[in-house]
């Protein structure tokens, strides 16, 4: 496995300080990060491509699933493109419920107030870069390591505030 730090890009579904299972998968850490489109990823793809040739080097086999991805492909359940990945690039990052990730600040300070980490926050991720080839899936995957929050954004979804739902 190979060691990055993504570009600074913006967190979506970030479950950084509790694990969150799926549909009876064991829990883990994750968050999807997003990127405009002309965002520099060919560190990102240079270690892709290095993952592969090592783990097949007779060749890269089709129909590889790959960590990057177009955002304009990523539907919600009525099929329109999410919101928020249109227009973007974005990768999701996870690790098991075992190995949390340390969340800091831009200064490097762990970060306690959970509020500081959400859907919309700035954020650069150090990621394990890996290939796997497990029960007919192949491809290549983001291990969920350290977090950096490196600034505010604009808050994904419907969010309300105390003073807002009660009139203050």
Do not use: H
């Amino acid at each position: 496995m190979s060691r990055i730090t993504l570009p600074a890009g913006i967190a979506s579904f970030p479950a950084l300080f509790e694990p969150t299972g799926f549909e009876g998968s064991p829990p883990k850490f994750n968050v999807t990060i997003l990127w405009d489109k002309d965002e520099d990823m060919s560190r990102l793809k240079s270690v892709v491509d290095q993952v592969i040739a090592k783990k097949w080097p007779e060749g890269r086999p089709a129909n590889l699933r790959m960590p990057l991805m177009d955002g304009d492909k990523k539907l919600d359940k009525d099929g329109n493109v999410r919101p928020e990945f249109k227009g973007k690039k974005y990768a999701k990052a996870s690790c098991k419920a075992e190995d949390i990730p340390m969340v800091v600040d831009a200064q490097c300070q762990p970060i306690m107030d959970r509020s500081k980490v959400y859907g919309g926050a700035e954020m650069r991720v150090a990621v394990g870069v890996f290939a796997y080839d497990k029960g007919g899936n192949r491809g290549v995957g983001l291990y969920l390591g350290n977090v950096q929050v490196t600034g505010e954004g604009t808050p994904f979804g419907n969010v309300a505030t105390p003073e807002s739902d009660f009139g203050f």
